[in-house]
């Protein structure tokens, strides 16, 4: 069975950063891309970012670019999301799902993840 878990959340101040981890089962890692979601309180999920072995790293959201870094390590079966320069505004339930491919439309939709997992709340004082 396919097994998804993010962790790492917490409370952090406005400009602290916080480590993501997404630990992953149950498949082939390098032939799969992990995405991360986030979805504020009362707002839209919202795609993050992408990352698999052929498809190298995309980064979807604009507020993100230059702060959230996203790598995995193969040989861990793990992906992760580094955030730094965090905004009250960042504050959200992030989640790791596992697709097919990182490119558009596809590594943009949460509905295209074959498999998707808990959430880690993110939550960031100001």
């Known amino acids: 069975d396919v097994q998804l878990q993010a962790s790492g959340g917490g409370l952090v101040q406005t400009g602290g950063s916080l480590r993501l981890s997404c630990a992953a089962s149950?498949?082939?890692?390098?032939?799969?891309?992990i995405g991360w979601f986030r979805q504020a309180p009362g707002k839209e999920r919202e795609a993050v970012s992408c990352?698999?072995?052929?498809?190298?790293?995309?980064y979807f959201l604009e507020s993100a670019k230059g702060r959230f870094t996203t790598s995995s390590d193969s040989g861990k079966n793990m992906a992760y999301l580094q955030m730094t320069s965090l905004k009250p505004e960042d504050t959200a339930v992030y989640y790791c799902?596992?697709?097919?491919?990182?490119?558009?439309?596809?590594?943009?939709?949460?509905?295209?993840?074959?498999?998707r997992g808990q959430g880690t709340l993110v939550t960031v004082s100001s």
């Open positions: 799902a596992v697709g097919r491919w990182c490119s558009r439309p596809f590594g943009y939709s949460w509905h295209a993840y074959d498999y």
């Open positions: 990352i698999g072995s052929m498809d190298g790293i995309t």
């Open positions: 149950g498949f082939n890692f390098d032939e799969r891309v």
